[in-house]
């Protein structure tokens, strides 16, 4: 634990802390086309125990909303057979607009683009959804190797 003192009677609240004011990232964006890079990417348990999701965080790489964060849970394993298809299909998809044939680890979607269709949730209209992948047209960049990797590194004492 962290010693941290703090006193809420020195803080002085403006118009804007009366729960009224939004910021731009408490709205969806716009419906379209954005080119995003994953950011993100971990496997976690469900909420109810029963099975696990695959997390893919994009963040808009171009454009007005540059820096925004789209979130996707792609439910792999699951009770509910359709929610497996579905997961199935969509990474199927992505791995497609990536120009893959698959993955063994997560972190290997780290750091590659695609062209999202986004839209708006269907379930809550605050929140972004995305409904489709596209290849950016730019070859995907093969993992280097350690044979060429640089003999020498800045930080290797000599």
Same mark, same amino acid.
């Given at each position: 634990?962290?010693?941290?003192?703090?006193?809420?009677?020195?803080?002085?609240?403006?118009?804007?802390?009366?729960?009224?004011?939004?910021?731009?990232?408490?709205?969806?964006? !716009?419906?379209?086309?954005?080119? +995003?890079?994953?950011?993100?990417?971990?496997?976690?348990?469900?909420?109810?125990?029963?099975?696990?999701?695959?997390? /893919?965080?994009?963040? /808009?790489?171009?454009?007005? $909303?540059?820096?925004?964060?789209?979130?996707?849970? $792609?439910?792999?394993?699951?009770?509910?057979?359709?929610?497996?298809?579905?997961?199935? =299909?969509?990474?199927?998809?992505?791995?497609? +607009?990536?120009?893959?044939?698959?993955?063994?680890?997560?972190?290997?979607?780290?750091?590659? =683009?695609?062209?999202?269709?986004?839209?708006?949730?269907?379930?809550?209209?605050? =929140?972004?959804?995305?409904?489709?992948? +596209?290849?950016?047209?730019?070859?995907? !960049? +093969?993992?280097?190797?350690?044979?060429?990797?640089?003999?020498? =590194? !800045?930080?290797?004492?000599?």
């Amino acid at each position: 634990m962290a010693k941290f003192n703090f006193n809420a009677n020195a803080v002085e609240l403006d118009e804007r802390d009366d729960g009224a004011y939004q910021s731009k990232y408490d709205q969806p964006i !716009p419906e379209d086309k954005y080119l +995003a890079e994953v950011v993100e990417t971990d496997i976690r348990a469900t909420k109810k125990g029963n099975g696990y999701y695959t997390l /893919v965080k994009w963040e /808009v790489a171009e454009g007005d $909303h540059l820096g925004r964060w789209l979130f996707e849970y $792609h439910n792999h394993d699951n009770p509910n057979e359709k929610a497996v298809e579905i997961a199935a =299909r969509n990474l199927k998809k992505i791995c497609n +607009a990536f120009g893959i044939d698959g993955f063994n680890d997560t972190d290997e979607l780290m750091g590659k =683009r695609a062209i999202l269709s986004v839209g708006i949730d269907r379930n809550d209209s605050s =929140r972004n959804s995305v409904l489709g992948y +596209a290849s950016t047209g730019a070859p995907t !960049p +093969a993992p280097k190797t350690e044979s060429e990797a640089p003999a020498e =590194r !800045p930080w290797n004492k000599k």
